[in-house]
């Protein structure tokens, strides 16, 4: 969306319905966002006071529900519509997910099933905020003060706001309501009865993570944990994993004489800090054994790219390992940042002739027979996975449509990168808006994002743009102050609005 009214030229993207631009810039600032991840809901149980679960203990008073009837019309087989009543009792907290009395239909399917049952469920996308006011303001903005006042007014989801100006100031924000918790509260279910257990009070603005002007010359976000260790307040205890960002930042203390076309290479880096770490540990249990395959591994640069072999053999033999060593236990997969550590430090404490320090599930010998079950599993599937051990071809990455109608989505994309790279490209998912601003006057733009100029899809503008993000390329904005300032062949219509 390029947006130009009486004090306002913004570029940038938008979102369906939105006012205005969500990541962007003028001609005085630049901003963009990841999200944070915050722990954003918290469960409380609810001790009923009566039969028919209509009221609850709370600091020994009892405390009423709300019912909510809520009209739903289903389709049903035959394409006839039903209507369903659904009554949704509230708490002054928030809504019981599940009451224990409720038909509920077994088993509970998605995202259901993780909602405990007779709990109450606090969210902070509940509370009152103004984000369209936010994006109001940023879209004015003209320095660092009028960001900040633009962030007061955002709540939910939180989010880490870079910023960069024409005079210089850079600065990150994690943004977003964050409840005044203490360590790990919330991270389990709450008892609803005991008011200590309740929110009683919000970070303020200054007190979310924030770095104004830092003395490295950068800042830095992909959505890991946003604050260092001397960080007071607890935030939460989800967080992706740091690999990406402290890529991005080795990537940008090793930088000099930076160009946009710098910041368009360190967006399409494919340097994989797991395999950097996981592969040299692997490979040194292997010493002696001859193996085509693992000949292809030894000679890997830690790089996913697009028509090699390497990036496969390596996801594969690293998940036959991450589960294999958690399978024994029974208890959720932890994510692998767990696994690298318990690997190292058992590889580790072998090395120098201590014990185990896990030594009830990993002992001395059980490292390398883990190391090696995971390889032959990988070696017998690989001998026969055929073109499937290209990366391209195993990743699968395609851009779906929102109904998933295959005619209406993409083929499969030849691109380089994985969801733990700067170039986060999954199968499904990835980086949706790829934006680079050169803020030395006159501010320039230039991005690309995975789709077309038509929702249409006989329109040869369906797609047009996904080739092109596949490979990397960035598009020059036309940002300019007027239609008038646009080259005649960029202009195909005209439409005229009534004041």
Sequence with gaps: MHLVAPGVNVYGVTLLGAPGV?????????????????????????????????SFYYNGQVVALHPRPESLWVRTAWGTQRLRVDTVWYSPWGPVVHRSRDRLPHPLQGKARQAPIDCALRWLSYEPSNEARCFYHLNRAKNLEDFKKALSFFGSPAQNF???DTTGHIALWARGFYPLRWEEQGKFVLDAERPEHHWRDWLSLEENPHVIDPPEGFVRSANSYPAGKEYPYYLGWYFALPDRAARIE???RAMQRITVDSFRLLQL?????????????????????????LDTLRRWDYRFVAHSRAPTLFKRWWVAVHNR??????????????????????????????????????????????IREGWAAVEA????????????????????????????????LRTDGDGQCVNAIGSVAGPSWRMVVDLKPPVQGYG????????????????????????????????????????????IRRSLGVR
């Design 269 to 293: 880096d494919v340097e994989s800090y797991l395999a950097k770490r996981a592969l040299p540990l692997f490979l040194s249990h292997m010493e002696g054994v001859r193996s085509r395959w």
């Design 22 to 54: 969500i990541i962007g810039y003028n001609e005085a600032v630049a901003w963009s966002v990841t999200n944070v991840g915050p722990d954003a809901m918290d469960f409380y149980h609810l001790r009923y006071a009566d039969s028919t679960h209509t």
């Design 381 to 412: 599937w690989a001998e026969q996975a055929g073109d499937t051990l290209i990366w391209w071809r195993y990743r699968a990455t395609q851009v779906r449509h929102l109904a998933r109608l295959p005619g209406f989505s993409s083929d499969t």
């Design 250 to 252: 080795e990537r940008l």
């Design 162 to 164: 870079a910023y960069a």
């Design 325 to 370: 060593l958690w399978r024994l236990l029974r208890v959720r997969t932890p994510e692998w940042e767990i696994t690298l550590k318990v690997l190292l430090e058992v590889d580790s404490a072998r090395r120098v002739g201590r014990p185990s320090p896990h030594p009830r599930w990993l002992g001395p010998e059980a490292l390398p027979n883990l």
């Design 448 to 491: 690309v994002y995975p789709g077309g100029q038509s929702g249409n899809p006989g329109s040869f503008h369906y797609a047009e743009f996904i080739s092109s993000w596949a490979e990397g390329r960035l598009f020059k904005h036309n940002f300019v102050r007027s239609v008038e300032a646009l080259p005649s062949e960029k202009v």
